[in-house]
Structures are given as structure tokens and as C-alpha cells.
């Protein structure tokens, strides 16, 4: 069964840190890339960083040198985390976690709220 379940969101102001947590269950998480997203209101969603298997890691540019992901593959689920330092404004959106190939992507988790204020 494929389920994604995200959680460590939260209200803080501008310049603190959070670390958002995804448990990833099913088989096609643990053998594949991983990634970060998130959509903030009217905008589209977005990617904000990916981890392979082999913990290769890229980010978009807004992120970088803030965002930090890594994972971790237990026996049919994939924790993904993020965390996030000097969060901004800007970083306001729901987040999500899913594969990082859209061809692979089924369903969706209810994302974790995070909220910057300036």
C-alpha cells in the first residue's frame, strides 16, 4: 500500500528553523529518488529539493544553503526529511514529499503547513 504522510510544519517567524518529517511507504519510494515540494496560495507547486538513494542532493536556488535534505530507507518506507534554517517569508506553503519523477507519481499526502512571518 502507498501512503505519504508529512508533518513537522508550523507558525514561526522569519529567521528560525523547522524540520519537516515524510514517512514514505511502499515499495517504488525506497528504490527511487525522493524530493521535496511545496505550493504556496495561487502559485503552482513546486520542487524544492531531491535525494537519491546514493544521497545525492540538489535544491532549487532560493533554498540553497538553508534547506538541507537527507533520508533514510527502512524496509517498505522511505523517511525523508527537510530542514529548514533561516526560513523566509518567501518559504510560506504547504510541503509535500513524493518521488522525484513525476511519470511515478500516484497519490498525494496531505502536506504539513508551514507559515513565515516577516
Known amino acids: 500500500q502507498v501512503q505519504l504522510v508529512e508533518s513537522g510544519g508550523g507558525l514561526l517567524q522569519a529567521g528560525g528553523s523547522l524540520r519537516l518529517s515524510c514517512a514514505a511507504s511502499?515499495?517504488?519510494?525506497?528504490?527511487?529518488?525522493m524530493a521535496w515540494y511545496r505550493q504556496a496560495p495561487g502559485k503552482q507547486r513546486e520542487l524544492v529539493a531531491t535525494?537519491?538513494?546514493?544521497?545525492?542532493?540538489?535544491?532549487v536556488s532560493s533554498v540553497k544553503g538553508r534547506f538541507t535534505i537527507s533520508r533514510n530507507n527502512a524496509k517498505n518506507t522511505v523517511f525523508l526529511y527537510l530542514q529548514m534554517n533561516n526560513l523566509k517569508p518567501e518559504d510560506t506553503a504547504v510541503y509535500y514529499c513524493?518521488?522525484?519523477?513525476?511519470?511515478?507519481?500516484?497519490?498525494w499526502g496531505q502536506g504539513t503547513q508551514v507559515t513565515v512571518s516577516s
Open positions: 513524493n518521488t522525484e519523477s513525476r511519470l511515478l507519481w500516484g497519490s
Open positions: 511502499g515499495s517504488i519510494f525506497s528504490s527511487n529518488a
Open positions: 535525494c537519491t538513494n546514493s544521497r545525492v542532493t540538489s535544491y
